[in-house]
């Protein structure tokens, strides 16, 4: 089983999702069992513009207050999640599209303040029931998860989409994890890619500047499923594999 992790621009370039998207239904077809899982900050982004609310980070993470988190849901939850699944459904593979709140498969809980800063309905994943997901791949049909989770008494919870693949390839006990990105896989100082990165070397260089921006949750999220048995762990397309020695 592998959990795929789709995000960056790739979710706004229609024809690079597209060779993406028949690349998972070969290896679907070929009888694979796959898990989807996505993101899509950029589409949050305009429609957030289109409604004239301002976008607010902190610290690598948006800021999800009151007015922000029901556009968060609708466009991972409908927009870009379903828009995954009509694609997906369009060449042939049978794909339902869930939100990590569905089921307890994402569980989260109120992120801390961030340097004294308040992040709102933020979340960390604390964990994940595999259920649903479990019983959608026995019925054949190819699991799309998107970031939102089951938080505290009801509410909702926005979390990373890279943590979110993590905690589900865990609970699934899945092979492989692979991170789908516009970047060709964790890069060195001098910006060339590391084929390979073993994990004392990856732990190490999460204490210098050379991973920064999206990289430093999303190498983060694989250290943690290397760590918790997820055997085989791969950062862009063919670039970096991560191995624990």
Known sequence: MKVMKLGGSLLDDAARRAEILQAIALQWNRGEQIVLVHGGGKHVDAQLAKLGIAKKTHAGLRITD?????????????????????????????????????????????????????????????????????????????PVVSSVAEGPNGTLLNVNADTAASAIAIALGAEALVFITDVAGVLDAKGEVFPKLHAEDAHALLDTEVVSGGMRPKLMAALHALGSGVSRIEIGQGGTHLVAA
């Not at 849901?73 to 870009?80: D, E």
């Not at 794909?95 to 303040?113: K, N």
């Open 66 to 142: 009151d007015e922000t988190l029901p556009v968060v849901v609708a466009v991972l939850g409908g927009l870009v999640n379903k828009s995954l699944v009509a694609e997906l459904s369009g060449i042939g593979i049978r794909a339902a599209g869930i939100s990590g709140a569905d089921a307890s498969t994402l569980v989260a809980e109120p992120h801390p303040p961030i340097g004294g800063v308040e992040l709102g309905h933020v979340g960390r994943v604390v964990a994940s029931n595999r259920t649903l997901i479990r019983s959608m791949l026995t019925a054949g049909i190819m």
